[in-house]
């Protein structure tokens, strides 16, 4: 009997930690300046796991994978020029990976998730600050993070001009979590 009350624990100890990120309902996109004028794209394809309750935020553990060959730049030409070396250098390195703990609560359902973002062969540190919502069973997340593309490599060459493209690019997540 001992046995199976453990087995239910931890069946039910698993259960509380392994969360899913339903990526059907959820998105993954950015916006910069190019010329001061707001750009916006996203990634189409990533894949996500979070563990996250909002009574002890310390234990959140968030791990993001993006295929960098999904991103649509808003249009074809600017899909196309991203996933190039002086870009993102998809064919070399064609995933980029966050991966965060040690979430923060502060205050009014908001949080912050430090973290490290994997991106061009480069680790730095990044600071993600989200929501979170309770839609049902699930729970919806919903952040920000600013990331200097420079720091990462991204912006080769004429691009490391500030002047046409902005340095800082505003990454944007809504993640729908299911238990």
Do not use: C, Y
Not at 57 to 74: C, F, N, R, T
Not at 96 to 122: C, D, W
């Amino acid at each position: 009997m001992k046995n199976v009350l453990a087995l239910m624990l931890l069946t039910a100890s698993v259960a509380a930690t392994a969360q899913t990120v339903d990526v059907a309902k959820s998105k993954l996109g950015f916006t910069f300046k190019q010329e001061e004028v707001p750009v916006e794209g996203q990634f189409k394809k990533f894949t996500a796991t979070v563990s996250f309750d909002a009574a002890k935020p310390a234990d959140g553990k968030a791990d993001v994978s993006i295929d960098l060959l999904s991103v649509d730049g808003g249009s074809p030409d600017a899909s196309n020029e991203l996933v190039k070396p002086s870009w993102f250098d998809a064919a070399k390195g064609p995933k980029a990976r966050f991966v965060a703990s040690n979430f923060k609560a502060l205050g009014g359902g908001k949080f912050q998730a430090p973290g490290k973002l994997t991106l061009k062969g480069k680790t730095l540190p990044v600071i993600v600050n989200f929501t979170a919502k309770a839609s049902g069973a699930s729970q919806v997340l919903d952040g920000t993070a600013t990331v200097n593309r420079l720091q990462f490599g991204v912006g080769d060459g004429v691009w490391k001009d500030t002047d046409s493209v902005a340095d800082a690019v505003v990454v944007k997540f809504h993640l729908q979590v299911n238990p």
